[in-house]
């Protein structure tokens, strides 16, 4: 397990350089001045953009930038917004509160998409199932906006439950509704998977000979079934929790949720080119400590795996 381990971490050092630069490049590469777009309609000074640029390092050849850049981000220094605010402050401010989105959302669909999954395909080809199909792919075809629209207009102009959006991103409950639209998406393909993977193992043999041995059938779906047919389900939430916060953006513009989506979209519409840097670096590390851990998950879900 330990050289594993020591393996996995030795080939996120390549992804990791190699995401941080497609997204330099990506970044520096957005049409117009983020300098001059500072000054607004207002014909900007150019020995003032000089000055800011030769201060924020934009005048450097690309190379140089991103070696600059690089070289700031391994001492844990995302770069500076465009009003000479570190980055990592910004981080620091916004990311609890998608933190605690993304985690709501998250165990929304872990438990309401494993346990629709489950009873789905225990119920192979009868009413429930059927339902449960229709139902996760109407979540699927629906856009995350639209969907976002839908639920302010019934739950929160119609029935009056919620606000239209959250007046305090610290407030857990007002979270609850924009948790449920993120989710959503992610829920549908959750409950799927479990259903398939359910409705194929449960035919195993392993559960046969668990059945045979009169074992109660809560132990034989708790233990044996469900344990073995969720490792393409972690599989899935371990790629999603990333996602997850960094599809937030549209979904805490919608609810106006001050969390790193809201923060990355201004930072985007402002073209400051450090701050989306730094989010999407930081995301990036979100998604390969997420990989990493379902590597692990599976030995502990499945004894037949074994790490060399």
Do not use: C
């Not at 046969?208 to 389900?233: D, E, Q, Y």
């Amino acid at each position: 397990m330990g050289r594993f381990v020591a393996r996995r971490l030795l080939q996120m050092i390549p992804v990791f350089f190699g995401t941080t630069l497609l997204i330099f490049l990506m970044v520096h590469a957005l049409p117009g001045d983020p300098v001059a777009a500072m000054w607004g309609d207002k014909a900007p000074d150019p020995a003032q953009v000089a000055a800011l640029k030769h201060t924020m390092g934009l005048d450097k050849p690309m190379l140089q930038q991103y070696l600059d850049y690089m070289g700031n981000l391994l001492t844990g220094d995302f770069g500076k917004t465009l009003a000479q605010r570190p980055v990592r402050d910004v981080i620091t401010e916004a990311l609890p509160v998608t933190v605690r989105l993304a985690l709501l959302a998250f165990l929304i669909e872990i438990v309401l998409g494993i346990g629709i999954g489950l009873l789905a395909g225990l119920r192979r080809g009868k009413a429930f199932d059927k339902g449960a199909l229709v139902f996760t792919l109407l979540l699927i075809s629906i856009p995350i906006p639209v969907l976002g629209f839908i639920f302010q207009t019934i739950f929160a102009d119609n029935l009056h439950w919620v606000t239209p959006t959250v007046q305090d991103s610290n407030d857990i409950t007002q979270l609850m509704l924009p948790a449920i639209v993120l989710g959503s998406v992610s829920l549908a393909y959750v409950a799927r998977l479990t259903r398939t993977s359910i409705a194929e193992n449960i035919k195993a043999d392993y559960v046969r000979t668990a059945t045979a041995k009169g074992l109660p059938r809560r132990k034989v779906i708790g233990t044996h079934l469900l344990r073995n047919s969720l490792i393409p389900v972690v599989t899935f939430l371990g790629t999603d929790l990333g996602a997850l916060m960094g599809g937030a953006i549209v979904t805490e513009g919608i609810f106006n949720v001050k969390g790193v989506g809201n923060a990355l979209f201004h930072a985007i519409n402002l073209k400051e080119g450090s701050t989306v840097s730094g989010f999407v670096a930081f995301l990036v590390i979100v998604y390969l400590v997420a990989g990493l851990l379902v590597d692990l998950l599976y030995a502990v879900l499945d004894p037949r795996i074994r790490y060399a």
